[in-house]
């Protein structure tokens, strides 16, 4: 996935949410070593945080900021909010690896549980973190090789 391609998804979550979304990619970050598969899967799971963000925080702003480590073994994303955080036994619920989708109001939620299966195919890390009353942040850690059949 280009870099445009996220700042599109960017542009049009900011157009249809009202939500201000603050879009960077670190110059150097290379995504050359990545299927169109991979690339896809990295695009869902950033879609996912983005929309999650959108339904659950009561926030006005998402931050989005890519970066590759200096060793360039791994690229890492940071999808960020200035909602009202995630309450603790839920944020305890969301990096467990049981994690199970559940229902609300009658409807079964498999949007996490998309993410994660997502992220193991790109055998990468998929954390989220949050101070209550003060946002949420979903980080995604995606090594660079290694990890094709």
């Known amino acids: 996935m280009c870099a445009s391609a996220r700042e599109i998804l960017c542009e049009s979550v900011q157009k249809k949410s009202g939500f201000k979304v603050n ?79 559940f229902k609300k109001n009658g409807n079964v939620h498999f949007g996490i549980q998309n993410m994660k299966q997502r992220a193991q195919l790109l055998n990468a890390n998929l954390l989220f973190s949050s101070i209550e009353g003060d946002g949420a942040e979903v980080l995604l850690e995606i090594p660079t090789g290694g990890f094709h059949d």
Do not use: V, W
């Open 23 to 101: 879009f960077m990619i670190l110059e150097g970050t290379d995504f050359s070593s990545f299927s169109q598969e991979d690339l896809n899967n990295i695009y869902r799971i950033i879609e996912e945080a983005l929309n999650n963000s959108i339904k659950h925080s009561g926030g006005t702003e998402i931050s989005l900021f890519t970066r590759m480590d200096e060793d360039r073994t791994k690229i890492s994303t940071f999808i960020t909010d200035n909602g009202k955080g995630i309450p603790e036994d839920i944020l305890n619920k969301l990096n467990s690896k049981n994690y199970k989708s």
